[in-house]
C-alpha cells in the first residue's frame, strides 16, 4: 500500500550517513543502539478489534509501521454467493458492528438496482431515520473511545450511556439490540410501534440539551486533550484522495465530499443538512467533525418525523426474487466512510457474485503514511482518527 515515492524518501533517509539514532538495523550508533521491531496486537486494547501492526522503533519514534488484518475473516462475500437474496441480509449486520443499518442499507440498494423496484415513500423514511440514530450510535461512543486511549474515562461512560439509550429504541422498533435484520429488499420490515416516534423526540431533544455540555465543554480546550491530538497523524487533502479515503478522516482534511449530498439516495434530496469539514486534518480536527455531524444527524432525524408521511413499508416483489442477468450497486455514507455493494446476477436466485467495499479498509492505509515518524503513544489517537472496526476490514 506504500507508494513508490514514499518508499524511495525512505530508502534515501536510510542511507544518509547516521547522526545519534539510527534508523536502520544494520547499523549501530556510538551507544551501540539499533532499532527494534516490535509487535502491536492482534490482542490489543487500543487496536479497535483484531489488528496486528509491526513497528519498527528508533528510541520512542516509529520508523516504518506495517498492518496485518485478517484475522477476522469470515468469507462473508463468498457466503454471500451461495444464499438467496433475501438471506444475505443477516450477514451484513456482521460487517460493521457499529454500522449494521448502514451494511443493509447499502445491499438492499444494490438488490433494488438489480429488481428496478420502487419503495414505499414511508419506508425510505424509516431507513433514514433508522440510519441516522446508528450513526449517533457510533460517532459517539467514538469520540468515547478516543479519550478512553487518552486516559479520560468520563467521557465513555456518557457515550455508552447515549448508545444504550439509542439501543433502546431499535429494540422496541426491529426486536433486536444489534443484529437488526430491518431493512429488506422492498422496504423495512415493519412499520413503527405507535409510541416510538415520540420517544425518539423525545430522546433527540434531550440528547440535543445534555450534548455540548458532556461531549463539547468536557473535552474542547482541554490542555492534555489539544497536546495529544493537535498536529497528531496530520495529512494533506491531496494525500487523503489518493489514499481513496472517505468519510471524516476526509473530510477532516478538508475535503469536501458526502454521498449523502453527492450522489444523493432515498430521501436525502428532500432534508437539509450540512457536509462539515474542517482543515487541520489532523485528531483533533477529526474530532470536531465527529461532533458536528452528531448535530446534522439530529437535524436530520427531526425532519424525518415531521415529513415522514403514512402508508406503506414493504413493496410487493413476491416471495422469491429472481433479478434478470446484470449488474446490482449501491452505496451508502456509513459512519466511517463509504459503504459500497456490487451484486452481479447471472438469473438465479442467488447472487453470482458480491463484492462489499467497507471504508474500514480501505481508511487503514493511512496507517503506513502517517505513523512513521510520530512517538509510539501516538499511535492510540490516530486509530481514533479513522475510528475502523475489525468485522468491516476484515469481512
Known amino acids: 500500500m506504500i507508494s513508490e515515492e514514499r518508499r524511495a524518501e525512505?530508502?534515501?533517509?536510510?542511507?544518509?550517513?547516521?547522526t545519534g539514532r539510527l534508523a536502520t538495523p544494520d547499523v549501530r550508533d556510538e551507544f551501540g543502539l539499533e532499532t527494534i521491531d516490535m509487535n502491536m496486537g492482534p490482542q490489543h486494547p487500543a487496536m479497535h478489534g483484531?489488528?496486528?501492526?509491526?513497528?519498527?522503533?528508533?528510541?520512542e519514534t516509529v520508523v516504518r509501521c506495517d498492518p496485518v488484518m485478517g484475522y477476522l475473516h469470515r468469507c462473508q462475500e463468498k457466503i454471500a454467493e451461495n444464499r438467496m437474496y433475501p438471506a444475505v441480509i443477516p450477514l451484513t449486520d456482521r460487517l460493521d458492528y457499529f454500522a449494521n443499518m448502514h451494511n443493509e442499507h447499502g445491499y438492499v440498494l444494490a438488490v433494488e438496482d438489480l429488481l428496478d423496484v420502487e419503495i414505499p415513500p414511508r419506508a425510505e423514511y424509516i431507513r433514514v431515520l433508522m440510519c441516522e440514530l446508528m450513526r449517533l450510535a457510533s460517532h459517539i461512543p467514538s469520540i468515547g473511545f478516543l479519550m478512553l486511549e487518552l486516559g479520560a474515562f468520563t467521557p465513555i461512560l456518557y457515550a455508552f450511556r447515549e448508545r444504550e439509550r439509542i439501543q433502546t429504541i431499535f429494540e422496541a422498533v426491529t426486536g433486536a439490540r444489534m443484529m437488526f435484520h430491518y431493512i429488506r429488499i422492498g422496504g423495512v420490515k415493519a412499520d413503527l410501534p405507535p409510541d416510538i416516534p415520540q420517544k425518539i423526540w423525545d430522546y433527540i431533544e434531550g440528547l440535543e440539551s445534555r450534548f455540548k455540555n458532556d461531549f463539547v465543554d468536557l473535552i474542547q480546550g482541554n490542555e492534555i486533550?489539544?497536546?495529544?491530538?493537535?498536529?497528531?497523524?496530520?495529512?494533506?487533502?491531496?494525500?487523503?484522495?489518493?489514499?481513496?479515503?472517505?468519510?471524516?478522516?476526509?473530510?477532516?482534511?478538508g475535503v469536501d465530499f458526502d454521498l449523502r449530498r453527492d450522489y444523493p439516495y432515498s430521501i436525502y434530496p428532500e432534508l437539509e443538512f450540512d457536509v462539515i469539514t474542517d482543515t487541520a486534518g489532523d485528531v483533533e480536527a477529526s474530532y470536531?467533525?465527529?461532533?458536528?455531524?452528531?448535530?446534522?444527524?439530529?437535524?436530520?432525524?427531526?425532519?424525518?418525523?415531521?415529513k415522514m408521511p403514512e402508508g406503506a413499508v414493504m413493496g410487493d416483489l413476491g416471495r422469491r426474487l429472481r433479478p434478470k442477468e446484470g449488474d446490482g450497486f449501491g452505496r451508502v455514507e456509513s459512519p466511517r466512510g463509504e459503504f459500497?455493494?456490487?451484486?452481479?446476477?447471472?438469473?438465479?436466485?442467488?447472487?453470482?457474485?458480491?463484492?462489499?467495499?467497507?471504508?474500514?479498509?480501505?481508511?487503514?492505509?493511512?496507517l503506513q503514511e502517517v505513523i512513521p515518524g510520530h512517538y509510539l503513544p501516538d499511535i492510540m489517537p490516530i486509530m481514533g482518527l479513522v475510528d475502523p472496526v475489525s468485522g468491516g476490514w476484515d469481512k
Request: net charge positive.
Open 10 to 18: 525512505q530508502q534515501s533517509a536510510l542511507s544518509e550517513p547516521p
Open 340 to 366: 459500497a455493494v456490487h451484486i452481479v446476477s447471472d438469473g438465479s436466485d442467488t447472487p453470482y457474485r458480491v463484492h462489499y467495499r467497507d471504508p474500514s479498509f480501505c481508511n487503514m492505509q493511512l
Open 225 to 253: 486533550f489539544i497536546s495529544r491530538t493537535r498536529g497528531v497523524g496530520k495529512m494533506t487533502p491531496e494525500k487523503a484522495v489518493e489514499m481513496g479515503l472517505t468519510g471524516p478522516p476526509l473530510r477532516c482534511t
Open 288 to 306: 470536531r467533525v465527529r461532533i458536528a455531524e452528531c448535530l446534522q444527524s439530529i437535524r436530520l432525524i427531526k425532519q424525518c418525523l415531521e
Open 50 to 59: 483484531l489488528l496486528r501492526l509491526i513497528l519498527e522503533l528508533d528510541g
